[in-house]
């Protein structure tokens, strides 16, 4: 929740390739205050079962960047590993992005949802609301 001196954050993951939300995935939260500032790990989540991630950790005051980091790599050998149990001679390495990571600016006292559409040879993200 965004308070008058903080911003906050969500997201949510929709898997393009099959119309689903993307469960299942690890996101990591980093924040910096001020372009030339170092980033602070803030800790992480997974999205549930409907592609959002509702429990990210608190950015911190001061906060003009955020970084969010999404492991879509261990998501997609996942779906591949589950694909294969009914075609085994499907191959491949699962996803062409192993990682996506989405840097953006924040402003205190506003909220920030930043959905990723996620496919294994792409993706797009954007301010939600």
């Given at each position: 929740?965004?308070?008058?001196?903080?911003?906050?954050?969500?997201?949510?993951?929709?898997?393009?390739?099959?119309?689903?939300?993307?469960?299942?995935?690890?996101?990591?939260?980093?924040?910096?205050?001020?372009?030339?500032?170092?980033?602070?790990?803030?800790?992480?989540?997974?999205?549930?079962?409907?592609?959002?991630?509702?429990?990210?950790?608190?950015?911190?005051?001061?906060?003009?960047?955020?970084?969010?980091?999404?492991?879509?790599?261990?998501?997609?050998?996942?779906?591949?590993?589950?694909?294969?149990?009914?075609?085994?001679?499907?191959?491949?390495?699962?996803?062409?992005?192993?990682e996506v990571?989405?840097?953006?600016?924040?402003?205190?006292?506003?909220?920030?949802?930043?959905?990723?559409?996620?496919n294994p040879?792409?993706?797009?993200?954007?301010?939600?609301?």
């Open positions: 929740m965004s308070t008058q001196t903080t911003a906050s954050v969500s997201t949510h993951i929709l898997d393009t390739s099959v119309g689903r939300p993307a469960g299942g995935v690890a996101i990591s939260l980093g924040a910096r205050s001020g372009p030339a500032a170092e980033w602070t790990a803030l800790g992480g989540s997974a999205t549930d079962a409907d592609g959002r991630c509702k429990d990210l950790p608190a950015l911190p005051e001061g906060t003009t960047h955020v970084r969010l980091d999404f492991d879509t790599e261990t998501y997609f050998s996942k779906k591949q590993a589950e694909a294969q149990q009914d075609a085994p001679r499907v191959r491949d390495s699962g996803a062409f992005f192993p990571a989405i840097t953006f600016a924040v402003v205190p006292g506003e909220h920030f949802h930043v959905p990723l559409l996620l040879f792409g993706y797009s993200v954007y301010r939600g609301s």
